[in-house]
């Protein structure tokens, strides 16, 4: 019923830059927040940065500055626009969507995840 993919990923040296990508699909009634999540090797899954629908948005205190999260209603799509990459942001990146599928509530509903390696 919902998909979620991501896109953008890749290997950036230091104080490079990548824009990912999250786009949702199916039988969507509505998105009420987007946003996304990030697990390096050894860690725990921990928050990045969301958008609601009115255009609020959050982020990680570690991301402050360098992360703007953004959106596209009409496509239901999220990005995730990130410069001045440290070693530091390396990990795999999941697209997180609080969505209303049709005939069921809000829930949660999360994409494969897509890698992003920041290394000289």
């Known amino acids: 019923q919902v998909q979620l993919v991501e896109s953008g990923g890749g290997l950036v040296q230091p104080g490079g830059s990548l824009r990912l990508s999250c786009v949702a699909s199916?039988?969507?009634?509505?998105?009420?927040?987007m946003g996304w999540y990030r697990q390096g090797l050894g860690n725990q899954r921990e928050f990045v940065a969301s958008i609601t629908n009115a255009g609020n948005t959050n982020y990680v205190d570690s991301v402050k500055g360098r992360f703007t999260i953004s959106r596209d209603n009409a496509k239901n799509t999220v990005y995730l626009q990130m410069n001045s990459l440290e070693p530091e942001d390396t990990a795999v990146y999941y697209c997180?969507?609080?969505?209303?599928?049709?005939?069921?509530?809000?829930?949660?509903?999360w994409g494969q995840g897509t890698q992003v390696t920041v290394s000289s």
């Open positions: 997180n969507a609080d969505l209303k599928v049709v005939g069921m509530p809000f829930n949660d509903y």
């Open positions: 199916g039988t969507i009634v509505s998105i009420y927040k």
